[in-house]
């Protein structure tokens, strides 16, 4: 399996992912934004993650993720019982809609935007409409993940969101900032992460 990467983008889920189920992969970190890239990402937009496995090409974060959870048949990460898996669909869907658009749509002004070209009534609007995602984050007090005692695929990508949130500044509460810190102490998302970023 081959996974191509760039630093600091979503390809850390799915490098995440493989760490949690320890299958064996390759990671190829790719010029993404290279006017003259050495090597190109083959996702036919060409973005990343984009993955492999033998005849299997697979362009997005999620499907490359659930791909994974569905051929290693990890049940902790992603439940195989259909009204556990409806319970982590639901925190993925929330996760990538509500939660992440306005987020990644801030933290792309933040970072890509030229402070001195930034529109204030954006800004503010990204800003609310992330604050108003983030306090729908309730966690369950009972529960040790998002979805229960099992940590899971939801908690991948609802903790990354967040992290993301964290560093664009939006106020949340002590659980969701501990709930993130527990997340990126895993030893899997430690591995991940160096990888990611060589």
Known sequence: MKIYTYPKSRSLRVL??????????ESVKVDLLSPNPSMESPHPR?????????????????????????????????PTKIEKKATVNSWLSFALTDLETPVWSLLKQLIYVPENQRSPDLLNYFRSEASKAVSQVNLNENYKWITGENFTLADIFMSHTLLWAKLCRIPMDKSIEHYIDRA???????????KNNL
């Open 46 to 78: 060409g973005k990343v993650p984009f993955f492999t496995d033998e005849d299997i090409s697979i362009s997005e974060t999620l499907a490359i993720c659930v791909y994974l959870c569905e051929r290693h048949t990890d049940e902790a990460l992603y």
């Open 184 to 194: 990126m102490n895993r030893p899997a998302f430690l591995r991940a992460q160096e």
């Open 16 to 25: 995440w992912t493989l760490e949690e189920i320890g299958a064996p992969y």
